[in-house]
């Protein structure tokens, strides 16, 4: 038996996490999210939500936490985003439609930088597009001909309707709803780097003081 034949699951997942912490800011783990048919009622939940365009205006709670989120993530995407005002106009977007979603917005980072490592134009071998990597069967089942899942905002609010769907239907269990969102449901490897990601990357102060609310791979029931 081979060396690789003998390791086990949990070593591997250790493995893969290990690599996301020494370097995997330039790889990126996209996954064929997987078509599953819909509920009529879900179906038309879902495109209320992507049709319904909210007034424009500010996700956070005052001026002094949008100054501090926005400075605290700024610095962590420079090497992402060289002009400083296409990259906060990208966080603003994520705050937005992370916040509008009930999503916590380090979280959404996290999902993108092993989904696409912020490429906007990112297509995976399995077709799926841009920062969130959305299949374009979801244009189909839930939106219109004409979103473009290259948009920014488009491709936000798709990705983030979905991981929340995904999060409704696993009734908070992060793990398996990442699973979903990556077309691995079952294996770990994917949710836990997008956890480290969220971890080691992304976590703000206030965010962490506030958690404790999803299932993590590390605090999921056995």
Known sequence: MSTHESTSPVTRVAAAVLLWIVGAWSSVYAGPQLYEPLSASARHSLQRAVADQAVEGSSFESEETARQWLLTMSKRLRGKFPDSVARIEFLRTVHYEATRAGLDPQLVLAVIQVESNFRKYAVSTAGARG???????WVDLIGTKEHNLFHLRTNLRYGCLILRHYLDIERGNLTRA?????GSLGQLWYPS???AAWKNAWQHAESAA??????????RPQ
């Open 178 to 182: 990442l699973g979903r969102y990556n």
């Open 131 to 137: 920062f969130m990597q959305v299949m374009p069967f």
């Open 210 to 219: 506030a958690g404790g609310k999803l299932t993590t791979v590390a605090n």
């Open 193 to 195: 780097m997008v956890q």
